[in-house]
Nanobody
Framework: QVQLVESGGGLVQAGESLRLACTASGRTSTTSTMAWFRRAPGKEREFVAGTTWQPAVAHFIWYADSVRGRFTISRDNAKNTIYLQMNNLKPEDTAIYYC??????????????????WGQGTQVTVSS
């Protein structure tokens, strides 16, 4: 089983940046795709960004339309960590951000039902 721990959330003003990190431990060899999701107050959890995980697989990343051009997902396999660099943050980005893994090799939006492990979440608050 894989365990995920997120860090890096906080309170910022609109237009500022934050970087989230998610470190995996345990049996990461079963993970094919890692992703970031978020849940805003009163809304359903939504996909934000994804990346293939295994070094032997072609590296592919993809984003939700709402964050493309502002957010960047990256990975560091040596550290078992993925990152989410969030620039030009907007109040509508306020949410709890979750890291997630799936054994499925995906190259598009990750369905919530495909996620097998979730992190505990980290709060991001953007003030106007």
């Amino acid at each position: 089983q894989v365990q995920l721990v997120e860090s890096g959330g906080g309170l910022v003003q609109a237009g500022e940046s934050l970087r989230l990190a998610c470190t995996a431990s345990g049996r990461t060899s079963t993970t094919s795709t890692m992703a970031w999701f978020r849940r805003a107050p009163g809304k359903e959890r939504e996909f934000v960004a994804g990346t293939t995980w295994q070094p032997a697989v072609a590296h592919f990343i993809w984003y939700a339309d709402s964050v493309r051009g502002r957010f960047t997902i990256s990975r560091d396999n040596a550290k078992n960590t993925i990152y989410l660099q969030m620039n030009n943050l907007k109040p509508e980005d306020t949410a709890i951000y979750y890291c997630a893994t799936t054994p499925r090799l995906l190259r598009g939006e990750v369905p919530v039902t495909d996620v097998d492990v979730w992190g505990q979440g980290t709060q991001v608050t953007v003030s106007s």
